[in-house]
């Protein structure tokens, strides 16, 4: 491992701003497909819907089957002043809190109060380093006022982050099962029934696991060594049932948090089959990953920790490199981008 793959800004790119998806292509599985094949080197452009054509027979793909839910709300306090909370919990916790993340151009005091709706208040009871606890006068079913008051959570740079009724459909697994993600796994939006079809004439055998997407996944990396990266803690969970596909098969992860999942489980064998673990795992060149033969995954934000997970597959450079033919071949980027496809050394 070299010295540059510890450092945060090697993970750095340009992006011409056209190239970031503001969004989804008009059939999810339309979406372009880059195949990279690490035994041979070779780079393949295709098409998402061509996806069984690059897959082994009888092996098996992972995708995690969670469920965005409505998080984002708009509030103000009695001065006027405004801001965005983004819940990162759809249920409150034993003290009748939850956690959110607060965007406002005012400061954010603990004992400060946000009315929604003229009767319903938002107040901070105490603050984190990202993060707000807060509770809510006259909200007693949490999941309820979200579905109610509150918007899908789009990334920022998609549309500044004004979500439409198109974005209830596309911004949502067709297989999404699990309520209890503030973002979606983005890798599975490509699916559609045809796509499984086409894995099922193969006989590739899916598999669902869960991980609730929380802001571990997509929390920038400030600090200038990703060493010093703190990953945030997610929820993730797989059935037993569900395990059992993708055992002693070739395994294609579907996505990063699915990866995650499965090297969690790998690297801690004391985790529980059917009951909620908790993973703050963080990928990256140096660190093995013995769990899958590839991954499935969309294009990432520079100096992400998602972009040093794919580097820890195939090395920073390779990562970056097709990057490079990626910008050049104008894939669309980031979460309603195109897909990549990487197949490590060993899956054929």
């Given amino acids: 491992?070299?010295?540059?793959?510890?450092?945060?800004?090697?993970?750095?790119?340009?992006?011409?701003?056209?190239?970031?998806?503001?969004?989804?292509?008009?059939?999810?599985?339309?979406?372009?497909?880059?195949?990279?094949?690490?035994?041979?080197?070779?780079?393949?452009?295709?098409?998402?819907?061509?996806?069984?054509?690059?897959?082994?027979?009888?092996?098996?793909?992972?995708?995690?089957?969670?469920?965005?839910?409505?998080?984002?709300?708009?509030?103000?306090?009695?001065?006027?002043?405004?801001?965005?909370?983004?819940?990162?919990?759809?249920?409150?916790?034993?003290?009748?809190?939850?956690?959110?993340?607060?965007?406002?151009?005012?400061?954010?005091?603990?004992?400060?109060?946000?009315?929604?709706?003229?009767?319903?208040?938002?107040?901070?009871?105490?603050?984190?380093?990202?993060?707000?606890?807060?509770?809510?006068?006259?909200?007693?079913?949490?999941?309820?006022?979200?579905?109610?008051?509150a918007q899908i959570p789009i990334p920022p740079y998609i549309r500044n982050g004004e979500s439409d009724d198109l974005d209830l459909i596309r911004y949502q697994t067709t297989y999404a099962d699990e309520l209890g993600s503030i973002a979606a796994p983005t890798a599975g939006l490509h699916f559609t029934d045809s796509v499984f079809k086409s894995l099922e004439d193969k006989n590739i055998e899916k598999a669902f696991v869960t991980l609730h997407v929380g802001i571990g996944t997509f929390r920038p990396v400030f600090e200038e060594k990703l060493l010093d990266h703190k990953m945030h803690s997610e929820v993730f969970k797989i059935k037993s049932e569900e395990l059992e596909k993708i055992k002693n098969k070739k395994t294609i992860a579907v996505g990063t948090t699915t990866l995650r999942v499965l090297e969690s489980m790998k690297k801690n064998p004391n985790y529980k089959e059917n009951h909620y673990n908790s993973t703050d795992i963080f990928l990256y060149p140096g660190v093995e990953v013995n769990s899958v033969q590839g991954l499935l995954t969309n294009f990432h934000l520079p100096k992400s920790t998602l972009l040093m997970l794919v580097s820890s597959l195939i090395g920073r450079e390779q990562t970056l490199d097709l990057y490079q033919q990626a910008i050049a071949e104008k894939y669309r980027f980031y979460s309603y981008g195109d897909a990549m496809l990487i197949l490590r050394k060993g899956y054929k």
């Fill in 1 to 149: 491992m070299k010295n540059l793959d510890l450092l945060t800004n090697s993970y750095d790119y340009d992006l011409p701003k056209e190239l970031i998806a503001q969004t989804p292509s008009d059939k999810r599985d339309h979406s372009r497909l880059l195949v990279f094949d690490e035994a041979t080197g070779k780079v393949t452009h295709s098409r998402f819907d061509q996806l069984s054509t690059f897959l082994e027979p009888a092996s098996s793909i992972a995708l995690n089957n969670t469920k965005v839910f409505s998080s984002r709300v708009f509030a103000q306090k009695s001065t006027g002043s405004k801001a965005e909370f983004l819940f990162l919990d759809n249920k409150l916790d034993d003290n009748g809190q939850v956690e959110v993340m607060i965007k406002s151009n005012g400061k954010k005091r603990i004992g400060d109060t946000y009315f929604i709706n003229g009767n319903q208040s938002i107040k901070i009871d105490s603050r984190a380093e990202l993060t707000f606890k807060v509770s809510l006068g006259n909200i007693h079913d949490l999941s309820e006022f979200l579905s109610s008051n």
